[in-house]
């Protein structure tokens, strides 16, 4: 297998049938892959191929359902159980189908504003901990610097959390605009 250049994502000289590896999705979705890894526990319908040690393989048509689901979340404003309800009511074919762009969400499934903060809030506290356990897992034994009473992070580790604290602060002001400071 050739060497991917520095700076090229490695899925851009991949055919469009191969499977790509979580860190490949992640960057064509722009989401972080514990987001990924979130989104495997609210759609049951994304099921990547596990090979030995849990590393993850997408497939082409998971790619699409990823890229309908991230769609439908931040482009149309659905919460999590608004896109399992549009799921359930269009299936699986149709999300894959935003997620290519051979299709755009139009009615009759009734969603509930972005507004009503008790989901949204449900929703971003879920991922919340989802990225809080991943972050318990990777740092379960801290290592601690000489003379320093607190954990060395890695640089993966301090992005990890850097993102963590936007969110719960962009969370902290949609509750604030909804209960209409």
Known sequence: MSAVPAGVPATSVKSAEAFRTISEVAFDLDVPQHVLRFWETRFTQVKPVKRAGGRRYYRP??????????????AEGFTIKGVQKVLRERGLR????????????????????????????????MHARAMMADLARAHAEPQMAPGIDRPVLSEEQRTKLEILLAELLQMKAKLRAAAGR
């Open 94 to 125: 149709h999300v894959a189908e935003i997620g290519r762009g051979d299709a755009v969400f139009t009615g009759p499934v009734e969603r509930k504003p972005a507004e009503d903060a008790a989901e949204v809030w449900q929703d971003e506290a």
């Open 61 to 74: 048509e998971d790619v699409d359902l990823l890229r309908g689901i991230r769609s439908l979340l931040y």
